[in-house]
T-cell receptor, first 110, second 114 residues
Framework: GENVEQHPSTLSVQEGDSAVIKCTYS??????FPWYKQELGKGPQLIID?????GEKKDQRIAVTLNKTAKHFSLHITETQPEDSAVYFC?????????FGTGTRLQVFP | NAGVMQNPRHLVRRRGQEARLRCSPM?????VYWYRQLPEEGLKFMVY????????ESGMPKERFSAEFPKEGPSILRIQQVVRGDSAAYFC????????????FGEGSRLTVL
């Protein structure tokens, strides 16, 4: 089955700097790659996603890139703000379900 | 337009008791997923259900855990004879399509086993 690895597990940046989180997946048949943000005590919320027929997608300060050959995808957050502090999860679609990475705790210091 | 509703939000049980967690999917969604999150860990898939059918239960422990999604009413995740290791946050998510669509998560049910 699908296996997703995520790095780093924690990331601290200064406000205004960029943050990059990387994930790799194992199943070459996976074709959907969402990113979720989880704030303390809340459920995860989708922030951006990408499908396998696209190499890059951008939404304001957030972008995701996908390299299908290497089976890895990345989340880029530019001009980080304190409210970006949260846990971020990548995921890849298995046959009928999403398999999640282990999460990255992002802290943005003012 | 209500989102995914989970209850209870917090549940405390003693070892050996039963825990029942309920999930009402978003309106119009017929796909329900349960995930477990241990403290400081990721989301582990447990089970995927459609109305009256278990589609994939490959993440469910073989004993004590069961799930259902009846024709009427919420999906239920049932844990019998709870042990301390069952303490976790249990998240329900729903979707209007299988596998490759956005999952909408509830706020989770936090189970503490004393």
């Amino acid at each position: 089955g699908e296996n997703v690895e995520q790095h780093p597990s924690t990331l601290s940046v200064q406000e205004g700097d960029s943050a990059v989180i990387k994930c790799t997946y194992s199943d070459s048949a996976s074709n959907y790659f969402p990113w979720y943000k989880q704030e303390l005590g809340k459920g995860p919320q989708l922030i951006i996603d990408i499908r396998s027929n696209v190499g890059e997608k951008k939404d304001q300060r957030i972008a995701v890139t996908l390299n299908k050959t290497a089976k890895h995808f990345s989340l880029h957050i530019t001009e980080t703000q304190p409210e970006d502090s949260a846990v971020y999860f990548c995921a890849a679609s298995g046959a009928d379900k999403l398999i999640f990475g282990t999460g990255t705790r992002l802290q943005v210091f003012p | 337009n209500a989102g995914v509703m989970q209850n209870p939000r917090h549940l405390v049980r003693r070892r050996g008791q039963e825990a029942r967690l309920r999930c009402s999917p978003m309106k119009g969604h017929s796909h329900v997923y349960w995930y477990r999150q241990l403290p400081e860990e990721g989301l582990k898939f447990m089970v995927y259900l459609q109305k009256e059918n278990i589609i994939d239960e490959s993440g469910m422990p073989k004993e004590r855990f069961s799930a259902e999604f009846p024709k009427e009413g919420p999906s239920i995740l049932r844990i019998q004879q709870v042990v301390r290791g069952d303490s976790a946050a249990y998240f329900c998510a729903s979707s209007d399509m299988t596998g490759t669509g956005e999952l909408f998560f509830g706020e989770g049910s936090r189970l503490t086993v004393l």
